[in-house]
T-cell receptor
């Protein structure tokens, strides 16, 4: 079955860039996502990339996709303390019209002053 | 901004008891989902629901589980006879249509089975 792996923790200094990495196994993945979960809140879709794209930029966020290596990364520029959260990588493939995501375990991003 | 809500935020129950986890999806959404995350493990899909019936379910969603939309606003997950291994965070999600990547998640209910 599909699998998504990501490291569990990342600690960065405020103002630095954060890079969260993810690998996946499903070669038929159509969408790849990054979700953010703040304490006490649900998973919030942060950004996504379609599988035929290499890169997507949205303000401080840059998503890079290496489809050959099945590697996805999320770069947060000028990381702030408010970025401290758990970041989930996920992928989905179209299956009968649904896109049920397969999630990783989440990377806890800790931003310290 | 509309959001998905879940109650209770934390439920403690004894093994063998029935629990009902409640969700209020976003009001104009038509597709509803339950996921769970056992502590330290991945978020796992349980079931999707549309038009008053299950549209997709995972292997985890066995006969112990059921879902219902009892009225126009609530979406519930029932576990008939809880086991210790049902202890997890349960997330509800909703989307406006099925073929969409954009599911909106609730904050979760932490279920502890003792």
């Amino acid at each position: 079955g599909e699998d998504v792996e990501q490291s569990l923790f990342l600690s960065v200094r405020e103002g630095d860039s954060s890079v969260i990495n993810c690998t996946y196994t499903d070669s038929s993945s159509t969408y790849l996502y990054w979700y953010k979960q703040e304490p006490g809140a649900g998973l919030q879709l942060l950004t996504y990339i379609f599988s035929n794209m290499d890169m997507k930029q949205d303000q401080r966020l840059t998503v890079l996709l290496n489809k050959k290596d099945k590697h996805l990364s999320l770069r947060i520029a000028d990381t702030q303390t408010g970025d401290s959260a758990i970041y989930f990588c996920a992928e989905s493939a179209a299956s009968g019209g649904s896109y049920i995501p397969t999630f990783g375990r989440g990377t806890s991003l800790i931003v310290h002053p | 901004e509309p959001e998905v809500t879940q109650t209770p935020s934390h439920q403690v129950t004894q093994m063998g008891q029935e629990v009902i986890l409640r969700c209020v999806p976003i009001s104009n959404h038509l597709y509803f989902y339950w996921y769970r995350q056992i502590l330290g493990q991945k978020v796992e899909f349980l079931v999707s629901f549309y038009n008053n019936e299950i549209s997709e379910k995972s292997e985890i969603f066995d006969d112990q589980f059921s879902v219902e939309r009892p009225d126009g606003s609530n979406f519930t997950l029932k576990i008939r006879s809880t086991k210790l291994e049902d202890s997890a965070m349960y997330f509800c999600a909703s989307s406006s249509r099925a073929g969409t990547y954009e599911q909106y998640f609730g904050p979760g209910t932490r279920l502890t089975v003792t």
